[in-house]
């Protein structure tokens, strides 16, 4: 990626669940969309494959490190007009107002009240 380009993923602003969330919604659609190429799927498949056997690399640290690594090469090796357009449907604000709606007052239920021949089962 030439550095004119702005970075495909969201900066760190967006804080790392926000950021971490929106990456694995991008991969999802990338994996349905039919002009990334098939070959290139592979990736965060074998990652998923990876989670299911964790056994093939030793240490703690590199599960987290395989998953997230695979989800960013998947991501940079798809076709970036692809990645953009996906970007910016992820992105997108849908137009409408926001209101406030008055909800009628719902009363907390009572506890019911024994019958007059219900016999006390208590100890």
């Not at 074998?46 to 703690?60: E, K, N, Q, R």
């Given at each position: 990626?030439?550095?004119?380009?702005?970075?495909?993923?969201?900066?760190?602003?967006?804080?790392?669940?926000?950021?971490?969330?929106?990456?694995?919604?991008?991969?999802?659609?990338?994996?349905?969309?039919?002009?990334?190429?098939?070959?290139?799927?592979?990736?965060?498949?074998?990652?998923?494959?990876?989670?299911?056997?964790?056994?093939?690399?030793?240490?703690?640290?590199?599960?987290?490190?395989?998953?997230?690594?695979?989800?960013?090469?998947?991501?940079?090796?798809?076709?970036?007009?692809?990645?953009?357009?996906?970007?910016?449907?992820?992105n997108a604000v849908i137009p409408g107002t926001w209101r406030e709606v008055d909800l009628p007052k719902v009363e907390a239920a009572k506890p019911a009240e024994?019958?007059?021949?219900?016999?006390?089962?208590?100890?």
């Amino acid at each position: 990626m030439s550095d004119s380009e702005s970075p495909r993923l969201p900066g760190p602003s967006r804080g790392f669940f926000r950021q971490t969330a929106l990456q694995v919604k991008l991969v999802w659609r990338l994996l349905r969309d039919r002009r990334v190429n098939p070959l290139l799927k592979l990736v965060p498949v074998a990652t998923v494959v990876y989670l299911f056997f964790p056994d093939i690399l030793p240490g703690p640290i590199d599960d987290t490190a395989v998953v997230l690594g695979g989800l960013w090469l998947f991501i940079e090796l798809c076709p970036s007009e692809v990645v953009a357009e996906h970007m910016r449907d992820l992105n997108a604000v849908i137009p409408g107002t926001w209101r406030e709606v008055d909800l009628p007052k719902v009363e907390a239920a009572k506890p019911a009240e024994p019958t007059a021949g219900a016999e006390d089962t208590s100890p």
